[in-house]
């Protein structure tokens, strides 16, 4: 993944625990690079290392640490990154949400070399729909989880968000629920 993820996980373990617990996940880590490159790709086991090693030294459950991962990501490194593409993708949690399928296609705009996820939306109500999940990668639904706790953080609009099904073996695919108490019409 570009060198932004790894920033992102570091930026929120220096945010909550300081450099020196990050040195130190770093290292358990075995990871060996003093900066991190934004625009510079990296092994995917970088990343998936750095949070077993910041589950071990935290002791919190890898599966916590993306969920707080996701809230980050849409919280600090994309508002505060990309506030134009996150403004223009919606100005509320559902439109955000249906626009999902076509985000990082801008994202691809700037980082060439992405290898994004693929989101589709299905059975879309006022207040709900089935957000389908595809990547090649594995192992990522909690964060995807946090990623939607932060978009209602980020609209204030609370939401609700349970994974309706897994993978099947060899899949790529996984479904979500998410429901929105949706926001009273302006007066
Ligand atoms: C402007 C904001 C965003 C930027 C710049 C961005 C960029 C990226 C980057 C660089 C990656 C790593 C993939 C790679 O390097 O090949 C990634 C992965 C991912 N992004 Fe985004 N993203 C943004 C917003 C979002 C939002 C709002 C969501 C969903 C709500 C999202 C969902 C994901 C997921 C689930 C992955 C994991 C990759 C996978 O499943 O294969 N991203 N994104």
Request: with cysteine; hydrophobic share 40%; net charge negative.
């Amino acid at each position: 993944m570009y060198g932004m993820v790894n920033k992102a996980v570091e930026e929120m373990v220096c945010m909550h625990h300081g450099e020196a617990v990050w040195e130190e996940i770093k290292t358990r880590a075995g990871v060996d690079v003093d900066v991190f490159l934004s625009n510079e790709s990296y092994s995917d086991d970088v990343t998936y290392n750095l949070v077993g090693a910041a589950s071990q030294v935290l002791n919190v459950p890898a599966d916590a640490i993306l969920r707080s991962f996701g809230e980050h990501w849409v919280l600090h490194t994309a508002q505060e990154g990309y506030g134009g593409l996150m403004h223009a993708a919606g100005r509320t949690l559902p439109e955000f949400l249906r626009n999902l399928p076509n985000f990082h296609a801008r994202v691809s705009m700037i980082f060439p070399k992405l290898q994004p996820p693929r989101f589709q939306c299905t059975d879309v109500t006022e207040t709900s729909l089935k957000l389908h999940y595809y990547s090649h990668r594995e192992g990522l639904s909690q964060f995807v989880i946090g990623l939607m706790q932060g978009l209602g953080k980020m609209f204030g609009t609370p939401v609700s968000i349970r994974q309706l099904s897994g993978r099947e073996p060899g899949g790529d695919h996984e479904v979500f629920e998410v429901n929105w108490t949706p926001k009273p019409a302006a007066a």
